[in-house]
């Protein structure tokens, strides 16, 4: 039983600690963060940031209980967590040699956490110039010469990002969407812990590519886990819709822009469309996982354009049907045919992650238009 006086128990409840490593002897100014204490440099902050400058010389309190001159009356940074505010402390106190140990040394996951603590706390605070900084400091560790180099993220630096996503810092969706599809890779768990993450945020064309690859692994895969309601009627609609789209586009004589000559323009046109309609049957040997992998079925189907060359053989460790063969012979437009089933590709993956969008309800293939389209 606590028998501990009501005003001790609130103290206790209430306890702030200095930060091991800026709470300065000699700093004139104390900020808190959550419960953590920082007494810093004044002149530091206000050279740093407008925002900052002009806090601090707010006249804050009464003469008697000045913000900020000490620790039982700190200004109070609200919505900043104190491991952001160690992150911005370290970008302003740290020599050159400890940034560069700190690169060199520190796990990649850890220096991203800290580079976007940074870029977040001097965003809110129009630190311009050190934003950009960080924000090219964690790219070119992140994505040198355009490649991840077996890079992963964590789901703690994935949280990082989405908390920035919203503020619209230029460069930052074409650098973080990439490397957050290239982390969740084919795992099922992480899929759902990152759709889960930007339920607070509007990142549409990511959440809808997150659902579209859990999709993509397979209904056992998504159906092992725990999901709420609103996530399981999102994947059966989208389930429903990626079997429609493809129903739709096996059916459809491909968009070709015939060369041949016009006695054989009907031939040829019924000899394309019996080999888009082979090709679109042996897609699912590409896809074993799940029928409704669209774009990775369009990969096979457009992999046969190598493998069809000079009449067939096979291309990259990849045969050819026998039927795909056959039919590829009868086809007078090739060249036009190859360039269609590119189009179609390339096309592929948007039409695919419309189908996720909730706006766009159930579709029927008898009924659609393409490309699709969502509000």
Same mark, same amino acid.
């Given at each position: 039983?606590?028998? =501990?006086? $009501?005003?001790?128990?609130? *103290?206790? !409840?209430?306890?702030? +600690?200095?930060?091991?490593?800026?709470? @300065?002897?000699?700093?004139?100014?104390?900020?808190? =963060?959550? $419960?953590?204490?920082?007494? *810093?440099? !004044?002149?530091?902050? +206000?050279?740093?940031?407008?925002?900052? @400058?002009?806090?601090?010389?707010?006249?804050?309190?009464?003469?008697?209980?000045?913000?900020?001159?000490?620790?039982?009356?700190?200004?109070?940074?609200?919505?900043?967590?104190?491991?952001?505010?160690?992150?911005?402390?370290?970008?302003?106190?740290?020599?050159?040699?400890?940034?560069?140990?700190?690169?060199?040394?520190?796990?990649?996951?850890?220096?991203?956490?800290?580079?976007?603590?940074?870029?977040?706390?001097?965003?809110?605070?129009?630190?311009?110039?050190?934003?950009?900084?960080?924000?090219?400091?964690?790219?070119?560790?992140?994505?040198?010469?355009?490649f991840y180099k077996g890079f992963t993220a964590s789901l703690t630096t994935i949280d990082c990002i989405v908390q920035l996503h919203p503020l619209g810092i230029r460069g930052l969706e074409n650098w973080a969407e990439p490397l957050i599809r290239h982390t969740v890779g084919n795992k099922n768990t992480v899929l759902i812990a990152v759709i889960r993450l930007l339920s607070s945020v509007r990142w549409p064309w990511l959440e809808k590519y997150l659902y579209y690859r859990l999709l993509c692994l397979g209904t056992a895969s998504w159906k092992a886990l725990t999901l709420t309601d609103e996530e399981r009627m999102r994947l059966?609609?989208?389930?429903?819709?990626?079997?429609?789209?493809?129903?739709?586009?096996?059916?459809?004589?491909?968009?070709?822009?015939?060369?041949?000559?016009?006695?054989?323009?009907?031939?040829?046109?019924?000899?394309?469309?019996?080999?888009?309609?082979?090709?679109?049957?042996?897609?699912?040997?590409?896809?074993?996982?799940?029928?409704?992998?669209?774009?990775?079925?369009?990969r096979w189907i457009v992999s046969m354009k190598g493998a069809l060359k000079n009449g067939g053989g096979s291309y990259v460790n990849l045969p050819v049907p026998p039927s795909v063969q056959a039919l590829w012979a009868t086809v007078p437009c090739q060249h036009e045919f190859k360039v269609a089933l590119q189009s179609v590709s390339d096309e592929m993956e948007k039409n695919a992650l419309c189908c996720l969008d909730p706006s766009l309800g159930l579709i029927d293939h008898t009924a659609c238009t393409l490309p699709l389209s969502v509000a």
């Open positions: 039983m606590n028998t =501990a006086p $009501q005003s001790e128990i609130e *103290v206790l !409840r209430d306890a702030v +600690a200095h930060d091991l490593h800026f709470y @300065k002897p000699d700093g004139n100014v104390v900020l808190q =963060a959550e $419960q953590t204490l920082f007494r *810093v440099h !004044r002149s530091f902050l +206000a050279d740093l940031s407008p925002v900052l @400058k002009d806090m601090l010389e707010l006249p804050l309190g009464d003469e008697l209980s000045v913000e900020g001159l000490e620790d039982a009356h700190p200004i109070v940074l609200a919505g900043d967590t104190a491991e952001e505010v160690r992150s911005l402390m370290w970008a302003i106190y740290s020599r050159p040699d400890e940034i560069a140990s700190f690169l060199d040394e520190a796990p990649m996951n850890a220096q991203c956490i800290r580079f976007l603590q940074i870029m977040r706390l001097t965003h809110k605070y129009d630190c311009s110039k050190l934003m950009g900084w960080a924000f090219k400091t964690v790219r070119s560790k992140t994505r040198p010469n355009g059966l609609a989208g389930y429903h819709n990626l079997r429609e789209l493809w129903a739709k586009l096996s059916t459809e004589r491909l968009d070709i822009k015939h060369t041949c000559a016009a006695a054989a323009r009907v031939q040829c046109m019924a000899s394309c469309l019996d080999l888009w309609l082979e090709l679109c049957t042996l897609s699912a040997r590409g896809t074993p996982a799940a029928f409704v992998d669209l774009t990775g079925r369009m």
